[in-house]
Structures are given as structure tokens and as C-alpha cells.
């Protein structure tokens, strides 16, 4: 669960740096958190 955690925080991260979408911080936020 750790390693998928950060692949889509990794992923989320680049998504976000190449347009800004707050919503996509919120959404990965929300993943982590859950785990």
C-alpha cells in the first residue's frame, strides 16, 4: 500500500506541476490519508 501511496502521490505530483488543479492535490490528500 506504501509503495502504490507514493507512486500516485509521485504521479499526482507531476500531474499538478504541469497544470494547476488544486483538485488533484485534494483528491491524492484524500487517498493518502485513506491509505
Known amino acids: 500500500m506504501e509503495l502504490m501511496s507514493l ?6 505530483l507531476a500531474l499538478n506541476a504541469g497544470t494547476p488543479g ?3 492535490a485534494a483528491l ?8
Not at 7 to 12: K, L, R, T
Open 7 to 12: 507512486i500516485i502521490f509521485a504521479g499526482a
Open 22 to 24: 488544486p483538485s488533484i
Open 28 to 35: 491524492v490528500s484524500r487517498v493518502i490519508t485513506n491509505g
